[in-house]
């Protein structure tokens, strides 16, 4: 399985911005598919997964209410939608696929991760 992450950048505070990722591989109607972020000297923290079947999705509590995941299960791609971003929101966002896991919670553990992408840039500064 392979993910690759566009449409970071520079967004002023309270605006708005849409990662997405292109995905490719077998099996990959069988992933869960997720949005992660990293900030320098932190662990990389999960914020919302999409499983492949029904659309369940889940969200941390730094997703809810801002963030909002999205999934083309034919075009093979999925996408997080953020709005109202603050400043702390700067990362490395990163899109992964993950297997099933055991609790569907699970899969915005970065433990449960198979594939990563290479991340790309989000940056809110005015």
């Known amino acids: 399985v392979q993910v690759v992450e566009s449409g970071g950048g520079l967004v002023q505070p309270g605006g708005s911005l849409n990662l997405t990722c292109a995905t490719s591989?077998?099996?990959?109607?069988?992933?869960?598919l997720g949005w992660f972020r990293q900030v320098p000297g932190k662990e990389r923290e999960g914020l919302s997964c999409?499983?492949?079947?029904?659309?369940?999705?889940y969200y941390t509590d730094s997703a809810k209410g801002r963030f909002t995941i999205s999934r083309d299960n034919a075009k093979g791609t999925v996408a997080l939608q953020m709005s109202g971003l603050k400043p702390e929101d700067t990362a490395v966002y990163f899109c992964?696929?993950?297997?099933?896991?055991?609790?569907?919670?699970?899969?915005?553990?970065?433990?449960?991760?198979?594939?990563w992408g290479r991340g790309t840039q989000v940056t809110v500064s005015s």
């Open positions: 992964a696929a993950v297997p099933p896991t055991l609790l569907f919670s699970h899969c915005v553990l970065p433990g449960s991760v198979e594939a």
């Open positions: 999409m499983s492949a079947g029904e659309g369940r999705t």
């Open positions: 591989g077998v099996y990959l109607d069988q992933y869960a």
